[in-house]
């Protein structure tokens, strides 16, 4: 049974930084497409970051040079490095496995004054 649990998210000023974890059990992280996706009130879910198998990773064009995805192969988890947060950087944020086949239950992220 694949399990993906997310954390670190929570309130944080404009300009600042947040790192999210996504611990994943049933399923190797290393050996599978990782992604984070957020979702803001009223909008679609998009996809934010993607690292694969191969340690390709892509961004999307919003958060390019200030979010940065890593994984810890040691610890089976992956990681959202989130710097220079903005307030349209305010959603939930999912983690994602396998190419969007496993997805975690969400984690807060409100960037604000």
């Known amino acids: 049974q694949v399990q993906l649990v997310e954390s670190g998210g929570g309130l944080v000023q404009p300009g600042g930084s947040l790192r999210l974890s996504c611990a994943a059990s049933?399923?190797?992280?290393?050996?599978?497409?990782m992604a984070w996706y957020r979702q803001a009130p009223g909008k679609e879910r998009e996809l934010v970051a993607r690292?694969?198998?191969?340690?390709?990773?892509w961004y999307a064009d919003s958060v390019k040079g200030r979010f940065t995805i890593s994984r810890d192969n040691s610890v089976n988890t992956v990681y959202l490095q989130m710097n220079s947060l903005k307030p349209e950087d305010t959603a939930v944020y999912y983690c994602?496995?396998?190419?969007?086949?496993?997805w975690g239950q969400g984690t807060q992220v409100t960037v604000s004054s």
């Open positions: 690292i694969t198998s191969g340690a390709n990773t």
């Open positions: 049933g399923i190797i992280t290393s050996a599978n497409a």
């Open positions: 994602s496995a396998r190419w969007s086949a496993y």
